[in-house]
């Protein structure tokens, strides 16, 4: 009997499961996507709206800056009408971790380390997360490495990321507190793949992946997509975090995009369109453009092929669930491998959103 075909990506490493309110992260639960507001926190209309359109984007976890007490002083706020849940992102004060926990925060990012170095509180942070089912992410940075660890590594290598989040996560766990995950983001997609498989290697906790400043949307979107496809075909990841110099909308789109194209998220609108070439008898970048806009807000899983011309077209257009293939100024529509019409070219887009349209209602239905 011929062996069963290996799967292409790895097993989920397994790990301990955590909470951040409503969504668990862990191997348990899907790979989620994350992204952080950029409205000032104190402008609490601003963060919720902010917040709705990440939501209606795919985010499933969001993160809110708190870096002072009136910051804090609007956490509750968010916190109760969020969509999703809301994890504060402070640095070294421990007393708003204690009001980010108060206000009903499903999570905190805080490095244990550096509260140790101004107020050792971390078994108080430890206890008040325990009792109030907080998960927090300690988050180890190239950029604000320990002295210690960059005396001696002399940078930010691979090794010291590692070694600063086991040693962050030691600060918790001898106060018996085990629901967090870690991140060590560098801005270097190797360092960073390297630095996560050596710290995956020590120990069960979740890993949130990050590929820190990025860049602007293209470089970010290359650099996150390599490394992220990295390490999620190894089975390492639980949730990510697209870090974009790009409105965080498009981090999400971007985050979602990487988990469909790994079959880690049920796929939803997937546009299959020819590079063009010299064969095209139509603007294929237009009409690609043009039907994808048509068809952003389709919330159910539908591949539609845009192809240039009769050479690969008919092919294509037959696999997906709806497509066209252009040629002498007309497309051929198909649905489901059938021909159901020639239409001019000035109404291919029309007609393929119609279509869309009504497959969509049909799969509603169903
Ligand atoms: Fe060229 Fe036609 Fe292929 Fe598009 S489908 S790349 S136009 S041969």
Not at 42 to 55: K, M, P, R
Not at 70 to 95: E, G, N, R, T, W
């Amino acid at each position: 009997m011929p062996a069963a075909p290996q799967p292409v990506l790895s097993p989920r490493r397994r790990t301990r499961q955590i909470r951040v309110g409503s969504v668990g992260v862990g191997s348990d639960s899907p790979v989620s996507v994350q992204s952080m507001t950029t409205t000032p926190t104190t402008d609490i209309n601003s963060t919720l709206q902010q917040i709705a359109e990440l939501n209606a984007a795919g985010c499933d976890i969001v993160r809110v800056a708190c870096p002072s007490q009136d910051d804090a002083d609007a956490l509750p706020i968010i916190a109760m009408k969020s969509p999703i849940p809301v994890i504060a992102d402070i640095h070294f004060q421990p007393k708003y971790v204690f009001a980010a926990i108060d206000a009903g925060c499903a999570g905190v990012r805080v490095n244990p380390g550096n509260i140790r170095k101004f107020d050792d509180q971390v078994g108080d942070i430890a206890k008040a997360a325990k009792d109030a089912g907080v998960s927090i992410r300690i988050g180890v940075n190239a950029g604000s490495l320990d002295r210690r660890l960059m005396e001696k590594y002399g940078k930010a290598t691979p090794e010291a990321l590692m070694e600063s989040a086991k040693w962050e996560a030691s600060l918790f766990e001898e106060h018996d507190f085990h629901d967090f995950k870690i991140s060590v983001k560098h801005n270097d997609p190797v360092t960073m793949v390297r630095a996560y498989q050596l710290l995956a290697a020590e120990g069960d906790w979740p890993l949130h992946l990050g590929v820190t400043e990025a860049g602007p949307a293209f470089q970010g979107t290359i650099k996150s997509a390599t490394a992220f496809g990295a390490l999620l075909s190894q089975g390492i990841g639980d949730t990510i975090r697209v870090s974009l110099s790009a409105p965080p909308v498009e981090e999400v789109k971007v985050g979602s995009q990487i988990l469909q194209s790994l079959g880690l998220r049920p796929k939803k609108l997937e546009i299959v369109s020819c590079p063009s070439c010299g064969r095209a008898q139509v603007d294929v970048y237009k009409l690609a453009d043009d039907v994808t806009e048509g068809l952003k807000d389709l919330t159910v899983p539908l591949r539609v092929a845009v192809m240039g011309c009769v050479v690969n077209g008919p092919g294509e257009a037959r696999e997906a669930d709806l497509g066209v293939a252009s040629g002498n100024g007309k497309g051929q529509i198909f649905v489901k491998g059938e021909v159901i019409r020639t239409v001019a070219e000035d109404q291919i887009v029309e007609t393929l959103i119609a279509e869309a349209n009504r497959i969509a209602e049909e799969m509603d239905a169903e």
